[in-house]
């Protein structure tokens, strides 16, 4: 209460939020959350599913099949990196070395990753050699050179920057786990375009992308 003139002025508590979500709220008093009642037995329900629940909204064996082939761009990535971080030689070859054997670890790590992603959604991780290639995004191409070497890489990080970017989309909310690990993984692919891209330029003496 407060006094105004004398007078007992009841004051109102004031509403805090944004005013959008408060608006969409008085037009739909319907809560637009899973009771959570509902969520514990939705819970316990196709409990040999695991980590695929009822709000899942993709096709599960589609995501499986996509994820198949980011597994082997994945495998042909870390392969081509280490074996050209073994077989690289000539002038200032030590510090293209060490790049390449930093990639090759980072797509092992997004390799485990996606396979991991197989795994949680009921599928078995491909690793078959046979096959490998054809399943594959990018391509296996073993450069003559220093310079070919670190050409190929770029192209298929940048094969690989397209081909991601357009599974971010397609996932969006349908399954956003996946959408995130791809989000994640594209973020590193990113970068490693950008190293091949400055090793290149760095040998080269020109730019062959423009900035």
Do not use: W
């Amino acid at each position: 209460m407060n006094k105004t003139n004398g007078n007992a002025v009841k004051v109102l508590p004031t509403r805090v939020g944004n005013p959008k979500t408060m608006d969409l709220m008085d037009r739909h008093p319907q809560p637009f959350l899973t009771d959570v009642k509902q969520l514990r037995i939705q819970a316990r329900q196709n409990i040999e599913k695991g980590a695929l629940t009822p709000a899942y909204q993709g096709d599960v064996n589609q995501t499986i099949d996509i994820l198949q082939t980011v597994l082997a761009t994945e495998i042909v990535c870390t392969l081509r990196y280490t074996m050209n971080a073994v077989v690289a030689s000539g002038l200032s070859s030590q510090s293209v070395k060490e790049e390449f054997d930093e990639h090759a670890k980072e797509e092992q790590g997004h390799m485990r990753l996606v396979a991991e992603r197989i795994n949680q959604l009921g599928g078995k991780p491909n690793f078959n050699p046979e096959g490998l290639a054809s399943r594959s995004a990018s391509e296996y191409t073993e450069g003559a050179n220093l310079v070919e070497m670190i050409k190929e890489n770029l192209i298929a990080e940048r094969i690989a920057c397209d081909h991601y970017q357009e599974l971010i989309r397609f996932f969006a909310d349908k399954d956003p786990a996946t959408r995130i690990m791809m989000e994640g993984i594209l973020v590193n692919e990113v970068e490693h375009a950008n190293d091949m891209h400055d090793l290149l330029v760095a040998h080269q003496g020109t730019p062959t992308l423009s900035k």
